[in-house]
């Protein structure tokens, strides 16, 4: 046979179960000539009568009787098949995710949510993914399972979620001239050597588009592509770094940098996630979504958990 209506096998269910075609239409909410054409289909399909008339009711034929445990188990498992997904607890569930994060999350947000995720999800591990410059790819081939930072505009499939807006800072250590200034001026700011943070390498940015409109230039000694190596390099030499306010509060203490508001108005940044729509529905991965959403709320408010 080279084609089976599977329909038939959920019809032979209730029909065998109930010994009725009005009960069993009934059982499948359907009709009972509907269910009258279903059974006369079944009898051709098996060459057997399958329910027979015994007075006012139907009895099964010997070889219903032989089907019946059979076809019940295989219309169980199928219902089953299409039923929600219950038996795995995403707070029970044994996972690895690969997430690809900014360097300064690596070292303010992934702690919390390792410590909040032993706690509420113990099964869930996390490898970290260096940055590259393809972040679309990364999450479309399954190389990444989500990524939280500065997410450009890609892919329409990509699914993203912002989770804060950070006001961009600058940063300075103790003995450089800026750190015990009252008021920074864009001139003093401009006049300041700078290291500029760029995955892509480049020098030149919003800054320096900003400053030329006042007929101001800054001098850019270093590009670096990660924020921690920025911060790090400014604790070591005099040098001006521009870093997000909350996000990176917790390295400006750790290696003593000044902090002071840029004298320019540059637009906000947003701290966002995305992930690729293969695991929107998955209940593990939105349990971590969930969790990552919780605990960059907590570190937006500057709260230790």
Known sequence: MDYIDLNLIEALDALLAENSVTKAAARLHTSAPAMSRALARLRRTFDDPLLVRAGRDLVPTPRALELRGEVHAIATRARALFAPSTTADPRTAVRMFDLQVTDMLSTTFIPSLI??????????????????????PALREGLVDL??????????????????????????????PLAKAKTVTPQ????????????????????????????????VVAVVPTFASALFLASETDVVCIAPARLAQRMLDTLGLRAFPIPLALPSVTVAMAWHPRNHHDRTHQLLRERARHIMAIAAEGVSR
């Open 147 to 176: 990524e939280i930072g500065s997410i450009r505009p890609g892919d329409s499939e990509i699914h993203s979620e912002a989770l804060v807006t950070e006001t961009l800072i600058a940063a300075v250590r103790p003995g450089h």
């Open 115 to 136: 410590d909040d995720l032993r706690e509420q999800a113990p099964g869930i591990s996390l490898r970290l993914r260096p940055e590259n410059l393809e972040d679309t």
């Open 188 to 219: 003093r700011f401009a006049a300041a050597d700078h290291i500029v943070v760029s995955r892509r390498g480049r020098a030149h940015g919003p800054i320096d588009e900003q400053l030329a409109e006042l007929g101001l230039s800054r001098r």
